[in-house]
Each structure stands twice: as structure tokens, then as C-alpha cells.
């Protein structure tokens, strides 16, 4: 039985597994690491997830939904196929789906994972994620932070000490940590990042530039558009990863646009982007209180972290060698899968120590309106302190606690956890009756808070905010779940073709559209009849090419030329 | 149990084996199965560690090296940063100005060294990140600044600037172009300042104008109106108000923070001490950051005082100079009225009482110039008339 490590990412999920001594990312059914985290409902209410629904996003926008990792833990719903969804439920849905793949690729059945989460979620956040965990069928008893995550994986059989700084830059998060490794230790020394901070914002930068120049009003162009406009500024930039300069052609309304970018314009627009990726380095610094002498080098992890700009910055703006990660998209499912194997115990890292740091302050609420933290941010998990409180009018009776996570000076504006109160305290002058506030917060993320004044003990356990959802409510939510049927996977990548051809369609100048609408027509007819599974594979091979020319606009059509298609074993029943 | 003994080694300041120990005891506490004893571990190794650092010789300062090119003709030249140990602030008594002199010549020397160091990789830094505010370090400065400026009891004391301009953490921002400009915009943009504090805040920027880094059009940044009009030599212009926060309010402020200071320092305190100058500043600047509209309040309440005063002053004389014209004008118009009565009346005019002078005036006041005309015509014609 088990236990698997999942990436849980804004844009793309992966998961991984420890075995036969090494680690292993589970493949999806299309034989990719990679699943992108994104669901979409199909016409029949089935829940289709990954490659396929990313198609849909242009195609059925609707119904369609991405990026919903930020919307963790908050009220937002999403409204698709009649009903409306949390955030949660559509994690649920992607984590299902991975963990059927790695119960296909594993053979046996998977009922327990660790999942990871941006070192900067609150606890809102990672119930929700625990929660959808839960949903989907697994028991989710921890959470690792990402950037945790590829430090064990960075230390794994690496025998020298050193202290690093990861910069996790993904699709719409930041999150930096200061690492010291050493033996089999790895500790987290402070933690900061950016929540509203990643690919995206540059994807946007783009965008805005492109409308700029181009003299198009924002207002005018319809929400499709748009969708299209991102997907293009996209696809720019990672473009201008391999050269300098980049262009693109853009279709709106059967009008020719041009977008176009160079590494050294991005900087110059984004100058506001890369000071706030330059802030949360200098706290972090500061936090662990280590000079930069101390630091051996800077690793660049997350998708994002492979533009040029990025590590250039970086390497500009510190003196130490910057590293960018062999392969920035998986190192994290690898971590996870490392972290999962030491809960695990599993023979190989059951050695290994991932000393982790709470990243927020917890705290409760004084007199004036004022927070006053009693475990304080990066203190290393797990971690208990004590504080004594007293009371501050003559004759007070009673004293109230509220928990607040978080670091804003004004108590509340943080993230209210509960509340414990103090009752019948002895009636005295003030400042002569004092309770003591112990907090104890372990890697499980599990509060535990003890008050004692007096005669009195209070005690209580905070696991999971949420429990206000009910045991009840949620074991029927998860009944309504399990009946909503993920799509099945052998039709997969005949439904993702499709969907592409689909989406192309849509996207493509009119004259290519008349050549693609053939070939659709084409694949479907060879697909109703009865042929073997060599001719349906190859005619999926003949359509994903041609999708993949139209896709890069390199398509030159003269004419539609039908020789070109024509099926080679026609001509030779002909020569026979 | 002391933390010797938990970490199971003899004390030492060897930070490195230190951490040997500790990883070797935790694969006999893994904290998964001995939460308590790693907990006991992990503290004492903290504590350890923090020994060890204290011990170590001189202040690990949280140093970042700015690593921020320098415009020089579009070519990228970047600093490399150098941990330097900070220099006491707080050097005790004013600075005589040959010291003053000399502290910004070191502090040339120091900029002119850093420049050519450039790292192994610079082939590779093909982007040039000077328009990039990193760590917001620019927009902090400004701030800050802009705060000291608009506090007059701060803003012409060259100690003051003497001290912010020359910390550490800022220095390498000078050597950016487009920098100083947007400083000297900041300066140009405040009111207050004497022409000392000009004179210096000029001396010191233009040190950093270097052979490579030609003036556009023969201009240096220093050479902007405002910094040109201070400039002016022997222009004295009597203080109208005291440089100081005018309202009740700003003046407890300040008054508050004074006695801060001198709680913080046990003894009554001198802003011409530099010791003193040096604590007062510290206080004031992070109250000042979390109550910037309260600041800008105090320095337009100011700003507005001096030009009501100002006003006030100018209508005054413009209203003195009004009264004397009119006051002249109604003296010669009373000749010239008198001659017109005489010529009216004959030699009797004069023998007209006041009263009636008055009000023969007051009659024809305003119909006089109207009516000269009209009774030139008269007299021509009462003249001819009595001639024939």
C-alpha cells in the first residue's frame, strides 16, 4: 500500500511514487508526467480532465475551468453543467483522476498521499486541499510545502553541506526558502513569497502590450478574444526563451494582428514584476538572519524560472551562481514523493529529516486591536511556546482568545482561527490575574493550544477550521462525487484530437479553416468505420502532425493538394 | 541535560560539527517516532549554533550586495558587492567641515574601487536591469527622504543628510543616471531648503559624475531651475515663517519625540550633538513611514502658513503702495481742483471756506474729469466772452 507524492499546481498536477530505491513519476494515459490541472464538463455532463480539457478552455470556455488553485479555501464558486462547484471540487476531480492513473501504473490501490501546497497557504487553504483529497478518495494526513519539497529533492544523495535559496516561480505563485542541508538534514530556515505573483503576470504584460500597440481598446474585445490574446502572449513567451526575439500573428475578427516582444522590452514593462520578485529574496535573507557569504547558490525551480529574464535578474541582482533545475515542472512531485516515502519509513530515506518552518505567525488578539504572535513565523515545526496574558481592567471576568494566523500588526486582519475564552476569573485588580497561552503547531499542521489561569485548564485542537463543514456534509458531497463518473480513458486521445482540431478550427484564418474542416471530416469517417487499430492509430498520428503545423503557423498552403493525404497503400493495391 | 550533552559532543565553537552531531542524534530521535526528544535536540542545536555565531569575530551583517549595473553608455558595468562591515554612525561631536570634506572624498575612493570588479560571468548578463527598482530600495530611499525634507527641524541641518546620504545600504544607488534624476526631481518638488543645504546636496551628487558619464547637451542633473535659483548668490530673503511645524500639533509632535530621545539617552538632549541628531532621526523615520499623511499634513500646513504670510505681506505693501498712489493722486487733484475753482470764482475761491471747498469738492468729485472738458469749454467761452 503505497503512499503517493502529488504536485498539486496552478497549472499543471503531477504525481510521483518512491520504489525500487529511487523515485518514480506515475505517466497519464497519454504516457505524460505532465497533467495540466484543469476540468471541463463535456456535452453528455461527463467531468473530463488534463490535456483534453485544456482544449475545451477555447472551445467551451463555459464550462471549462483553470487556475483554480488560487481560489482554495474561499467561497468563489464555479458554476458549470447546471450545478455550482467550490474550488475544491474541481481539485478533487484532477486528484481522482491522478490518482487513478497511479493506481493503473502501481497495480494496486492508492488510499493515502501527500499533496503539496505553496508554502504561503494559509489554513484555510490547506484544509480546502486536505478536503479535496479527501474527496477524491485519499487520505490526505500531511501537506508539504513546495518549496520543502524541492529542497529534499535537491539533497537527495548530495553528501556536502550546503545552504541554498529556492525560487519557486510557477504560473501564478512565488515562493522563495532558505535551505541549509547537511548529512541527512534538511532545514528550512525562513520561507517568503508572493501569492499573486507567476507566469501569468508576464503572460498579461504581454497581452496589455500587445493591445497597446496595436491601439486596440480592451473594452472591444470579447471575452473569447481575450482567451485567445493570453493563450498567444503565452505561447510568445516561452519563444522568447530561445531567442531574443519573438513574433507572433494574431487572428481577431478575420483581422491580422501582429504581437510581437523582445527579452530586453519585457524588462523594461515589467520592471514592477521584478521588484516584487527581488522583495520576498531580501526577507527571506533577513528572516534567517545569514549573510550572503553564507549562501552557496540559488536554485531556479517552477515552470516560469525557465524564461531568460528571470535568471538573468537574478543573477544580476545577487552574487551567487544561479542554478536552474534540470527539470523545473517535475522536481516538486519528485520532492513530495521523497516526502511521502519518509512518513512512509520507507527503507531508503527513512533517515532523512525535513525540519520544516511554520510559515505564519500564530497568534491571538490583545487589548488595543493589536496581534500578538505567540509562535512566530519560519520558527522550525514543531514547535510550542508559552505566553502569559493578564488582564487589564480591575474586575475583569472573563478573557477571550481569538486565534488569529498571520502577520498583519492589526489582529484582525488575519486569518481568524477560533476563539477560546476564560470564564469566572477571579474578581481582582488589574494586571494581578494572568493566564498562560501555550501553543503547540506540528508538521501536521495541527494546532493545539492549552490555556491555564488559575484553577482553570482549557484544551482544545485545531485540525481542520473547516469542520464547520460537517462529517455528514461531507460524506455527502462525497456521494454526490463519486457519482459524477470521470471520462474514461481509452477514447482519450481520440476526444483530445478532436478537441484540438476543435479549438484550431476556431482560432486559424479562414483559408486554413476550409483544409482543417476536411481533415476533422476525414479522421471521423476513417474513425465510424469498422477499421483495426493500426489504421485508427495511424490516422490519429497523420492528425495530431497536421495539427501540430497549423498550431505553430507554419502551414504554407498553396492549394489544397489531395495527393498529399492520399493513403499510401492505395497505390500499392494499384501497382498490384 | 545540558546542550553538550544532548548533542553528545564536548563543547566547541566548530559550527560544522556541531552539525554533524545534531544530524547523527536525529537518526536516533527521527521525529516521526520521537517527536519529544527531537524537539529537546533541535532547541539545544539552536542554541549551539547561536553560541558559536556570537563568538565568531566581528557583526555577520545581513548584507545584500546590490549587484545593479550601472548605466554607462547603454554597457552594463555591474558592481560587485563587498560585505562592509558597517562604520559606527555615531561618531561622537559635530564633524568640522575639512572632515566632512574628507569622509565624501573616501567615500569617491570607495565607489571608484567597487565599479571595475566585475564577476567572471558578466558574457552572460546580456540584459540591462537598471530600470529595475530592486528591493524597492529606491522607492524606500525616496520615501525616506522626502520624510526628512519635510521635517523642518531636520531638513537644512547638513549633519542630517550628511548621515542618511552616506549609509551603506543606499550607497549603491547613486551610481545609477536615471537615480539621481528622479532625486533631484524629489528636491526640486520640496520647499525649504537654504542654500547651504543646496550647496551641499549638490557638492555630494556631483561626485559621482564620472569622465565616461557625459552630461547630455553639457548638463549636469544639479544644473535644474530650483537648484540654480538657491544657488544664487547673497539673494537673502527675511524668513517670513519659522522654519518649524507651525501648528500646535506639529510642534508637540515634535516636542514628543525630543522627549523620547531623551528617555532613550537618559539626559537632555542637543540636535547640534550628532549623537543626538543621529537617535532623534532613527525615531523619527520609522513613525514617520507608518504616519506619512500625518507628515505631509504638518509640511502643506507649513507650506501654506509661509504662503499665506508671504501673501499677506505682499497685499499689505501692495495695498501701502495703492493707498500712497491714491493718496498722492488726491493731493494733486486738490491743486488741480483749486485751480479750476479760481478760475471758476475768481480770487473769491479762496476765500471759500473748507466746508464749502469740501463740498463744492465732493460735488464735482465725480463728475471732475468728465466735466473738465465741458468746463474748459465754459471758461473758453466766458473768457471770450469777457475779452469782447
Known amino acids: ?576 | 541535560m545540558n546542550i553538550w550533552e544532548i548533542l553528545g559532543i564536548p563543547p566547541t565553537e566548530d559550527i560544522g560539527k556541531i552539525k554533524s552531531a545534531y544530524a547523527g542524534q536525529a537518526k536516533l530521535y527521527h521525529p516521526e517516532e520521537h517527536p519529544e526528544e527531537f524537539k529537546t535536540l533541535q532547541s539545544a542545536y539552536k542554541i549551539a549554533v547561536k553560541l558559536a555565531k556570537s563568538k565568531r569575530e566581528g557583526v555577520p551583517l545581513t548584507y545584500l550586495p546590490s549587484g545593479q549595473p550601472t548605466e554607462t553608455n547603454g554597457q552594463p558595468v555591474e558592481t560587485s558587492g563587498q560585505p562592509m562591515h558597517g562604520q559606527s554612525m555615531e561618531t561622537p561631536g559635530d564633524m568640522p567641515e575639512s572632515e566632512k570634506d574628507s569622509a565624501l572624498a573616501e567615500m569617491e575612493a570607495d565607489i571608484s574601487q567597487r565599479e571595475p570588479e566585475s564577476r567572471k560571468e558578466t558574457e552572460e548578463s546580456v540584459f540591462d536591469f537598471s530600470g529595475v527598482d530592486a528591493y524597492g530600495d529606491r522607492e524606500h530611499f525616496l520615501r525616506q527622504f522626502s520624510l526628512l525634507a519635510k521635517n523642518p527641524y531636520l531638513r537644512n541641518r547638513v549633519e542630517v543628510w550628511d548621515y542618511f546620504l552616506h549609509q551603506n545600504a543606499f550607497a549603491y544607488l547613486f551610481s545609477n543616471d536615471g537615480f539621481r534624476q528622479e532625486l533631484v526631481r524629489t528636491i526640486c518638488s520640496l520647499s525649504g531648503w537654504r542654500r547651504k543645504t543646496v550647496l551641499y546636496l549638490e557638492r555630494f551628487l556631483s561626485a559621482f559624475h564620472t569622465q565616461e558619464n557625459r552630461p547630455k547637451d553639457g548638463q549636469w542633473e544639479t544644473d535644474c531651475r530650483a537648484f540654480r535659483l538657491k544657488k544664487l548668490p547673497k539673494l537673502w530673503l527675511p524668513a517670513f515663517c519659522t522654519d518649524r511645524f507651525i501648528r500646535k500639533d506639529g510642534r508637540n509632535f515634535h516636542r514628543h519625540l525630543r522627549r523620547r530621545v531623551c528617555q532613550m539617552a537618559g539626559r537632555e538632549i542637543d540636535l547640534d550633538v550628532q549623537l543626538d541628531l543621529v537617535r532623534y532621526i532613527k525615531l523619527y523615520l520609522p513613525y514617520a513611514e507608518a504616519n506619512e499623511a500625518y507628515i505631509d499634513q504638518l509640511y502643506r500646513g507649513w507650506r501654506f502658513e509661509q504662503s499665506m504670510v508671504f501673501a499677506g505681506i505682499v497685499a499689505v505693501c501692495f495695498f501701502a503702495v495703492v493707498a500712497e498712489i491714491s493718496f498722492l493722486q488726491s493731493g494733486r487733484e486738490a491743486e488741480v481742483q483749486m485751480d479750476y475753482l479760481m478760475r471758476l470764482y475768481g480770487p473769491e475761491a479762496e476765500s471759500l471756506s473748507g466746508e464749502e471747498k469740501k463740498t463744492l469738492r465732493r460735488d464735482y468729485n465725480d463728475y471732475w474729469r468728465y466735466a473738465e472738458e465741458a468746463i474748459d469749454d465754459v471758461l473758453e467761452r466766458y473768457e471770450n466772452w469777457e475779452e469782447k
Open chain 1, 1 to 576: 500500500m503505497a503512499v503517493i507524492g502529488i504536485d498539486l499546481g496552478t497549472t499543471n498536477s503531477l504525481a510521483g511514487v518512491w520504489r525500487n530505491g529511487r523515485i518514480e513519476l506515475i505517466p497519464n494515459t497519454f504516457g505524460e508526467y505532465l497533467t495540466p490541472s484543469v476540468v471541463s464538463f463535456g456535452e453528455d455532463g461527463e467531468i473530463l480532465v488534463g490535456k483534453v480539457a485544456k482544449e475545451r478552455l477555447i472551445t467551451a470556455p463555459a464550462v471549462s475551468f483553470a487556475e483554480f488553485k488560487r481560489n482554495m479555501g474561499t467561497s468563489y464558486q464555479y458554476f458549470g453543467n447546471g450545478k455550482y462547484y467550490t474550488a475544491e471540487d474541481l481539485s478533487s476531480f484532477v486528484l481522482r483522476r491522478l490518482r487513478e492513473d497511479a493506481e493503473a501504473y502501481l497495480g494496486e490501490p492508492v488510499t493515502e498521499a501527500v499533496i503539496s501546497v505553496p508554502a504561503y497557504f494559509n489554513d484555510d487553504k490547506r484544509c480546502a486541499t486536505k478536503n479535496a483529497g479527501k474527496l477524491a478518495g485519499l487520505t490526505v494526513e500531511r501537506l508539504i510545502n513546495e518549496p520543502s519539497a524541492v529542497a529534499l529533492k535537491h539533497h537527495m544523495g548530495v553528501e556536502d553541506a550546503e545552504t541554498f535559496i529556492i525560487f519557486d516561480f510557477g504560473g501564478g505563485t512565488l515562493d522563495v526558502s532558505l535551505v541549509d542541508a547537511f548529512d541527512n538534514m534538511v532545514e528550512i530556515q525562513a520561507v517568503s513569497g508572493d501569492n499573486n505573483l507567476g507566469g501569468k503576470d508576464f503572460n498579461e504584460l504581454i497581452a496589455e502590450d500587445f493591445y497597446r500597440e496595436n491601439h486596440l481598446d480592451k473594452a472591444m474585445v470579447t471575452g473569447e478574444e481575450q482567451g485567445i490574446i493570453l493563450k498567444e502572449a503565452e505561447a510568445l513567451k516561452w519563444e522568447l526563451s530561445r531567442q531574443d526575439e519573438a513574433e507572433r500573428t494574431v487572428y481577431i475578427r478575420n483581422q491580422e494582428y501582429r504581437m510581437r516582444m523582445t527579452n530586453q522590452h519585457l524588462i523594461h514593462i515589467g520592471k514592477e514584476l521584478f521588484k516584487r520578485m527581488s522583495m520576498p529574496i531580501r526577507r527571506v535573507i533577513n528572516d534567517s538572519g545569514m549573510s550572503m557569504e553564507e549562501i552557496d547558490k540559488l536554485i531556479l525551480v517552477g515552470g516560469s524560472s525557465k524564461m531568460p529574464v528571470v535568471s538573468q535578474y537574478l543573477k544580476t541582482l545577487l552574487d551567487i551562481p544561479v542554478v536552474l533545475d534540470g527539470s523545473p515542472d517535475e522536481s516538486i512531485a519528485a520532492g513530495v514523493g521523497i516526502a511521502a516515502a519518509i512518513k512512509e519509513r520507507a527503507g531508503d530515506v527513512k533517515d532523512m529529516i525535513l525540519a520544516d518552518i511554520c510559515p505564519f505567525s500564530l497568534g491571538t488578539e490583545i487589548y488595543d486591536g493589536s496581534f500578538s504572535p505567540i509562535i512566530e513565523r519560519n520558527d522550525t515545526l514543531p514547535c510550542s511556546r508559552t505566553r502569559e496574558y493578564v488582564t487589564v481592567e480591575d474586575y475583569q471576568s472573563e478573557m477571550t482568545f481569538p486565534i488569529y494566523q498571520g502577520d498583519n500588526m492589526v489582529a484582525r486582519e488575519n486569518l481568524l482561527l477560533g476563539t477560546m475564552s476564560v470564564t469566572e476569573l477571579p474578581l481582582e485588580p488589574k494586571g494581578k490575574v494572568s493566564a498562560r497561552v501555550t501553543f503547540m503547531y506540528d508538521i501536521n499542521g495541527i494546532l493545539d493550544i492549552r490555556i491555564v489561569s488559575g484553577e482553570q485548564a482549557l484544551h482544545r485542537v485545531i485540525m481542520n477550521k473547516k469542520m464547520g463543514l460537517s462529517e455528514a456534509e461531507l460524506e455527502a458531497r462525497l456521494e454526490e462525487l463519486r457519482k459524477m463518473t470521470l471520462s474514461s480513458v481509452e477514447d482519450e486521445n481520440v476526444r483530445y484530437l478532436l478537441e484540438r482540431a476543435n479549438r484550431l478550427y476556431q482560432e486559424c484564418t479562414p483559408s486554413v479553416r476550409e483544409y482543417l474542416a476536411a481533415q476533422i471530416s476525414r479522421f471521423r469517417q476513417i474513425l465510424s468505420c469498422e477499421v483495426n487499430a493500426r489504421a485508427r492509430r495511424e490516422a490519429c498520428v497523420q492528425l495530431a502532425v497536421y495539427l501540430e503545423a497549423v498550431e505553430r503557423n507554419k502551414f504554407d498552403f498553396d492549394g489544397f493538394d489531395e495527393s498529399f493525404f492520399r493513403d499510401d497503400r492505395e497505390d500499392e493495391d494499384e501497382d498490384v
